[in-house]
C-alpha cells in the first residue's frame, strides 16, 4: 500500500532557493515585532549579517561571477565548490553561486587532498570557496584532479581578510557593484529540473557520488519543514529566534533545516565552525540560542557535561535530532536531565534533501522517528519488491517533490536507487504502525554512520588493497555506546611475504596499516573500531564479503566481553 502524509496539503511555490529563502526571511523579519537582530552571526568574533546584508552581497558575488570572472547566465551551470567550516559568509556564497546561474557542490572540510580531488572532478568544479587553513589541501587537490582552477578562482571566506598572497582573493574583492539580473525561476518545469546543489553521499551503497538537488527539493523540504515548526510553536517564546549552527552546512542536514530554514524563518544563525562543548554552551548563553539542531553524539556530550549547569541555558527551548538514530534510553536520560527543552526527532537523507518523517514535540514518544511530512509518500516492500502493509517490516521508500533529480553522470546508480514509480529506496529496514508513525529497525545498505556521517566501507577496503601488506580486506561498523555512534572497524589478510609472522609482529603491523590508513582519510573515515588480522575474510562463493558473519563475530564478543587476539 502506498502511504500518504496526514498532515494538511501544502503550496510549494515554484521559485529559486535564494528567492525563497530571502523573501520570506525579510516577510518574517517585518512580521515579527521580536524578531533576531541578525540573521547570521560568526559566533566566535561577533561579525553579523541582516537578512538584507545577504540580499546585496549574494547580488554582489552574483555580478562578481558574471563580471570578472565571465561566468553567469550565459554560462549556465559553473559549478562552485564549497569546501570550508560553518561561517558567516556561506549563505552569501551559496545565493551568489545560484544567482549567477551557477550550481554549489558542498564538500567536506576534513576532506584529504586526495578526497576533496575527487569530488572537484567529478563536479567539474570550476572555482573553490575555501579559507586560508585549508588552502594547502585545496591546492593539491587541484593538482590531483587535474581541474583547470586557476588561483585566482579560489575564494577565501575568512572573517580576517588578510590576503596570503598568489592569487586567491577574498570574497569581499570578488563582490561587484555593477547591477545584474540574478537568475531566478518561475516555472515548475525549471524549478523540477534544474540543478542547484550537489552534495555528495554514497546512497546505499558505493563510493561517493553527486546527489543532484533541485530547487524544487529544496524548497518542498524547507517548505514543510517550517509549515511543522510554526505550527508547532518553535519561533514563539520570550526570546528572538534563535538557531545553534554548529552542525556542518555542507551537510544536507545542516544545510537545508539549520542555514536555509534559518534564513527563511528569520531566525538568527549563531555559527560554530567547530563543536566544543564548554564553548557550544556558552554560546547558547550569550546569544540566548532557543532552538539547536543537534546530532546524537552531541546529545550524548550534553548529557556527560559536567559543565552544563554553569551556564545559563534557559533560552534554549527545542532540540532537533536528525542524521543517525538516538536510543531511547539516551532519550529518557536527555528529558530527565533537560526538562525545560522539547527534543524533536526527524528522519531523512540526502537524496531526499533531507527529511521524510518528523515527530513533533509533543508527539507520543515511541521510538518511532515519527509522521511523514507534507507533500510526501511512502511505501514499504520486501525483498522482491511486493508492497507490504501496516506493522510489516521491509525497506522503506519515498516519493515527492523533495527526491533528488538523480546521481550525477551516474545513471546505473539513480536507476538502483529510484523504481519506475518515483520512489526512493532508502536502504533502511522498518515499518508503520497502525497510526502511521515510521519505525526504522535495521539497515539492508552496508553504509556506516559516523556521528551522522556516511563511510562507505568499499572507500576504505579499496585504499587498504593498495597496501603493499595487505592481501584482502573487509570493513563494518561497530557500534560505540559510549559515543552513540558507530565505528569503522577494519579486518584484513596480510601479504604472503609476512607468513608466519609472531602475533605480536603482527600487531605492530596492523597498526603501522592502521595510522597509514587514517593519515590518508578524512576524520569521519578513520578506523577507531580498530583493525584485526584474520586467516580469510569470510566471503560467499561468488566473492561477495560476508558482513553479516564479521558483524555476528563482533555482537558475540560484545555479549561475552572478549577481546580478538591477533
Known amino acids: ?55 546585496s552581497q549574494s547580488k554582489q558575488l552574483a555580478s562578481g561571477f558574471a563580471n570578472k570572472y565571465g561566468f553567469g547566465k550565459e554560462k549556465d551551470g559553473f559549478v562552485v565548490a564549497v569546501f570550508s567550516p560553518n561561517m558567516v559568509y556561506y549563505p552569501v556564497v551559496v545565493f551568489g553561486i545560484l544567482m549567477a546561474g551557477g550550481i554549489a557542490t558542498l564538500a567536506n572540510p576534513t576532506y584529504t587532498a586526495r578526497e576533496l580531488a575527487f569530488q572537484l572532478k567529478d563536479s567539474s568544479s570550476q572555482f573553490v570557496v575555501t579559507q586560508k587553513a585549508f588552502l594547502e589541501t585545496t591546492i593539491e587537490a587541484i593538482k590531483i584532479s587535474g581541474q583547470e582552477i586557476p588561483h585566482d578562482r579560489i575564494i577565501l571566506v575568512d572573517v580576517d ?137 552531541i546529545i550524548v556530550h550534553l548529557l556527560n557535561s559536567k559543565d552544563s549547569d554553569k551556564y545559563d541555558l534557559s533560552s534554549l527551548k527545542h532540540i532537533m535530532t536528525g542524521a543517525a538514530p538516538l536510543g531511547d534510553d539516551v532519550l529518557s536520560q536527555f528529558k530527565k536531565m533537560y526538562k525545560g527543552i522539547y527534543l524533536i526527532v526527524a528522519y531523512g537523507m540526502t537524496e531526499t534533501s533531507p527529511t521524510v518523517t518528523s515527530r513533533p514535540k509533543n508527539h507520543p514518544s515511541n521510538g518511532s522517528v515519527g509522521l511523514l511530512i507534507n507533500a510526501t509518500e511512502a511505501k514499504v516492500v520486501d525483498e522482491d519488491g511486493n508492497e507490504l502493509g501496516y506493522n510489516q517490516v521491509g525497506e522503506l521508500c519515498f516519493r515527492g517533490p523533495n527526491v533528488m533529480k538523480g546521481y550525477l553522470n551516474n545513471p546505473k546508480a539513480t536507476s538502483e536507487s529510484i523504481d519506475s514509480d518515483g520512489f526512493m529506496h532508502t536502504g533502511d529496514i522498518g515499518f508503520v504502525d497502525n497510526d502511521e508513525n515510521f519505525h526504522v529497525v535495521d539497515r539492508k545498505k552496508e553504509l556506516i554512520k559516523f556521528k551522522g556521517f556516511q563511510v562507505a566501507p568499499a572507500e576504505l577496503e579499496s585504499l587498504l588493497l593498495t597496501h603493499d601488506d595487505v592481501a584482502d580486506s573487509a570493513v563494518i561498523g561497530i557500534y560505540n555506546d559510549e559515543q552513540a555512534t558507530e565505528f569503522p572497524k577494519a579486518y584484513i589478510t596480510l601479504a604472503s611475504n609476512h607468513d608466519g609472522l609472531s602475533p605480536e609482529k603482527k600487531i605492530e603491523l596492523a597498526l603501522k596499516i592502521k595510522e597509514w590508513l587514517d593519515n590518508d582519510v578524512a576524520p569521519h573515515k578513520r578506523l577507531r573500531g580498530g583493525i584485526e588480522i584474520l586467516d580469510v575474510i569470510p566471503k560467499s562463493a561468488s566473492g561477495k564479503i560476508l558482513r553479516r558473519n564479521l558483524r555476528e563475530i563482533e555482537t558475540l564478543r560484545k555479549t561475552t566481553k572478549t577481546q580478538p587476539k591477533l
Open 1 to 55: 500500500m502506498i502511504f500518504k502524509s496526514k498532515l494538511p496539503e501544502i503550496n510549494i511555490p515554484n521559485i529559486d532557493i535564494p528567492q525563497y529563502c530571502i523573501n520570506e526571511g525579510k516577510r518574517r523579519h517585518a512580521q515579527n515585532p521580536n524578531s533576531s537582530d541578525f540573521a547570521i552571526c560568526d559566533g566566535p568574533s561577533g561579525k553579523k549579517l541582516t537578512i538584507y546584508d545577504i540580499e
Open 161 to 297: 581578510q588578510t590576503e596570503v598572497g598568489g592569487g586567491p582573493v577574498h570574497i569581499e574583492r570578488v563582490y561587484c557593484d555593477i547591477p545584474i539580473v540574478p537568475y531566478t525561476i518561475g516555472t515548475e518545469k525549471e524549478a523540477s529540473e534544474r540543478v542547484a546543489i550537489l552534495p555528495y553521499s554514497s546512497g546505499t551503497t558505493g563510493l561517493p557520488k553527486g546527489v543532484m538537488l533541485t530547487h524544487k527539493n529544496i524548497v518542498t523540504c524547507a517548505e514543510a519543514n517550517n509549515t511543522i515548526n510554526y505550527s508547532d510553536g518553535y519561533y514563539e517564546g520570550k526570546y528572538p529566534s534563535r538557531f545553534m549552527g554548529v552542525l556542518p552546512f555542507y551537510h544536507i542536514y545542516g544545510f537545508t533545516i539549520v542555514l536555509l530554514i534559518g534564513i527563511a524563518s528569520a531566525s538568527g544563525i549563531v555559527v560554530v565552525p567547530k563543536f566544543e562543548i564548554s564553548n557550544f554552551l556558552s554560546l547558547i548563553e550569550k546569544y540566548r540560542v532557543t532552538f539547536a539542531h543537534l546530532v546524537p553524539p
